[in-house]
């Protein structure tokens, strides 16, 4: 199994953006999520590779949007209007996972091995 691979981290000033990258098979249900330091993984958006549909968490809405290129296997997360509550590790992750758990990480069985955002205010 080939393990998703992210890119596009790094340090940016509040209100400034980043897009994140993943190379990654595709998946059911392919999603981002968030460890900042001392705190535990969090889900921030979710793609269903069937319809399209997607999910984000309340704290990311407006701000941040989920989408994948199919001809180059690679899932994305634009982040606008970063603000420094966004640093954390980023990681993508994918699996077959119901739509009601998409923000449950132990859902997912393949895991990037993250990629670092610092938002300085």
């Known amino acids: 199994q080939v393990h998703p691979v992210e890119s596009g981290g790094g340090s940016v000033q509040a209100g400034g953006s980043l897009r994140l990258s993943c190379v990654a098979d ?3 249900c392919m999603a981002w999520f968030r460890q900042p330091p001392g705190k535990e993984r969090e ?14 968490a309340d704290s990311v809405k407006g701000r941040f949007t989920i989408s ?16 420094p509550e966004d640093t954390a590790m980023y990681y993508c992750a994918a699996g077959s996972v119901g739509i ?22």
């Open 26 to 28: 595709a998946t059911y």
């Open 43 to 56: 889900g921030v958006a979710a793609i269903y590779l069937s319809t399209d549909a997607t999910y984000y």
């Open 68 to 83: 994948r290129d199919n001809t180059k296997n690679t899932l994305y997360l634009q982040m606008n209007s970063l603000e």
């Open 100 to 121: 009601g758990y998409w923000q449950l990480a132990a859902a997912y069985d393949s895991w990037g091995q993250g990629t670092q955002v610092t938002v300085s205010s």
